[in-house]
C-alpha cells in the first residue's frame, strides 16, 4: 500500500516534495497527471493523496471529483491559485484541505499528519497491518506482498495473520494449530506444516532460506518483519 499519491506535473517539485515526505517516512508515489493518477488508483490502495490543480487536459478540480465518484480518501490540494472561488471550489469538488504554494513542508507534514488521524478511525488502524512488504486488510481479508494483492486460501490467511500479529515471537506448532484448526479438529498435526510451506512460497524470496516465516527446530515457528 502507498501511503502518498502525489499528483504534481512539475517535475522539479514532484520530486522534491516527494525526497521531503519520503524523510518523514511515508512510501510516496509521484504521478504528472490526472489520467496517470487515476491509472494508478486502478492498481493500487493509497491512503492520501496530494493534488495540484493546474494539471494538462484534465484539471485537479476535475480528477477530485472523479475521485470522490469511487472513494472517500482524503484529497490535499496544493497549489498557487489562492483566489477564495478556486478554494471553494476545491471544497465543493470534496477536498479535505487546501494548501497554498509556496509550501512549508512543516506545515504541509502537520496538516498530512492531521488527515491521517482523521481519515483513518481506531476501528480501521486495528484492521490494517502493515509489515515490511506485507499489508493486511482484516476488514476486507485482503493480503498485500509488496503492494501487489496475493490470493491466499482462508487457512493461510489465517495462518499469516496470526504470525504477523506476533512479530519476534516463537510461536509453538501446538499453539499454531490449536489457533487455525482447533484442538477438535481431525485434521493431522502435518497440515501446518503444508500450509507454512505455502504461505512461504508465496512471500518468501527465497522459499528453500525464508527469512519471513523462521522454523525454530523442535518447537514452532516466528515470523520476522522484512
Not at 5 to 16: P, S
Not at 193 to 205: A, F, G, P, S
Request: hydrophobic share 40%; charged share 30%; with cysteine.
Amino acid at each position: 500500500m502507498t501511503d502518498i499519491l502525489l499528483v504534481e506535473d512539475n517535475e522539479e517539485l514532484n520530486q522534491l516534495i516527494r525526497v521531503f515526505l519520503e524523510r518523514d517516512g511515508y512510501k510516496v508515489h509521484g504521478a504528472f497527471s490526472g489520467e496517470e493518477a487515476l491509472e494508478f488508483l486502478e492498481k493500487e490502495r493509497v491512503k492520501l493523496i496530494i493534488l495540484d490543480v493546474s494539471l494538462p487536459e484534465m484539471d485537479g478540480f476535475a480528477l477530485c471529483a472523479r475521485i470522490r465518484e469511487r472513494s472517500n480518501i482524503p484529497v490535499l490540494f496544493l497549489s498557487a491559485r489562492v483566489d477564495k472561488e478556486d478554494k471553494m471550489n476545491g471544497f465543493l469538488q470534496g477536498a479535505d484541505d487546501y494548501v497554498e504554494k509556496p509550501v512549508d513542508m512543516d506545515i504541509l507534514c502537520a496538516k498530512i499528519k492531521a488527515l491521517m488521524r482523521r481519515g483513518y478511525s481506531l476501528k480501521q488502524e486495528n484492521t490494517l497491518i502493515h509489515s515490511g512488504a506485507i499489508s493486511i486488510d482484516k476488514e476486507a481479508k485482503q493480503v498485500f506482498f509488496k503492494n501487489k494483492e496475493i490470493t491466499l486460501t482462508v487457512k493461510e490467511y489465517e495462518l499469516l495473520t496470526l504470525l504477523v500479529e506476533n512479530p519476534g515471537k516463537t510461536l509453538h506448532k501446538e499453539y499454531l494449530f490449536n489457533q487455525i484448526w482447533g484442538p477438535e479438529s481431525f485434521s493431522e498435526n502435518q497440515t501446518l506444516t503444508v500450509h507454512i510451506k505455502m504461505l512461504r512460497d508465496k512471500i518468501e524470496e527465497n522459499p528453500k532460506k525464508p527469512g519471513r516465516i523462521q522454523t525454530v527446530w523442535g518447537i514452532g515457528y516466528k515470523y520476522e518483519e522484512i
